[in-house]
């Protein structure tokens, strides 16, 4: 199986910065696409940022600018670079990752996992 464990997250005032990371670990055999996503409360969880394994990245309109994701992929680690926070940001941050993993038969199976989520909370 494949795990996601994320850390990073916590209280900021409005303006501050936060840096999330997120490392993969278990019977990894390729990473496709590492993601952030978030959920607010009584709001549906939704995209901030993505990156593929050569590094072409996707940011919410939200976000831009103020937010960069980046990976290493010998590492298996995805960051989130959170600047200039915003009251709005406040959320559940989720790591997201695909791609395939090695099965008991040595065959390869695809995956999409989640982590656990952190907290995220920027004071006005």
């Known amino acids: 199986q494949v795990q996601l464990v994320e850390s990073g997250g916590g209280l900021v005032q409005a303006g501050g910065s936060l840096r999330l990371s997120c490392a993969a670990s278990?019977?990894?055999?390729?990473?496709?696409?590492m993601g952030w996503y978030r959920q607010a409360p009584g709001k549906e969880r939704e995209l901030v940022a993505t990156?593929?394994?050569?590094?072409?990245?996707n940011y919410a309109d939200s976000v831009k600018g103020r937010f960069t994701i980046s990976r290493d992929n010998a590492k298996n680690t995805v960051y989130l670079q959170m600047n200039s926070l915003k009251p709005e940001d406040t959320a559940v941050y989720y790591c997201?990752?695909?791609?395939?993993?090695?099965?008991?038969?040595?065959?390869?199976?695809?995956?999409?996992?989640w982590g656990q989520g952190t907290q995220v909370t920027v004071s006005s």
């Open positions: 278990g019977s990894i055999f390729s990473i496709n696409i």
């Open positions: 990156i593929t394994s050569g590094g072409n990245t």
């Open positions: 997201n990752a695909n791609g395939l993993r090695l099965a008991a038969t040595m065959s390869h199976l695809p995956y999409n996992n």
